[in-house]
């Protein structure tokens, strides 16, 4: 499966934005997906995931304004970034795994597919 995310761009505090990441082929409803992030100088971190199409999950510094959806029909996952912040500024990746677990949804590791990235720039 090839990810392709976009929607990006340079926003000021408080705006919101929505990020969109294309499969290239259908995914099964027990894949899950996911999104990370990684700013400048920092390690990639957890940001959302929709677990096998039936519960979504959330970092701790995105719940609450963050909402992660996907329409399996068009092979689509988005990521609603709504209240944004400068400190939410980094290049934001989709990720796909068909064998993660729910004690791992978090780590880098178990997904085996990723976008290439779209910059999310929050200016103050």
């Known amino acids: 499966v090839q990810l392709q995310a976009s929607g990006g761009g340079l926003v000021q505090a408080g705006d919101s934005l929505r990020l969109s990441c294309a499969a290239s082929?259908?995914?099964?409803?027990?894949?899950?997906m996911a999104w990370f992030r990684q700013a400048p100088g920092k390690e990639r971190e957890f940001v959302a995931a929709?677990?096998?199409?039936?519960?979504?999950y959330y970092g701790d510094s995105v719940k609450g304004r963050f909402t992660i959806s996907r329409d399996n029909a068009k092979n689509m996952v988005y990521l609603q970034l709504n209240s944004l912040k400068p400190e939410d500024t980094a290049i934001y990746y989709c990720?796909?795994?068909?064998?993660?677990?729910?004690?791992?949804?978090?780590?880098?590791?178990?997904?085996?597919?990723w976008g290439q990235g779209t910059q999310v720039t929050v200016s103050s």
């Open positions: 929709n677990f096998r199409n039936a519960r979504n």
């Open positions: 990720a796909a795994s068909t064998t993660v677990i729910l004690s791992t949804i978090r780590t880098l590791g178990p997904y085996s597919y």
């Open positions: 082929e259908r995914t099964s409803t027990t894949t899950t």
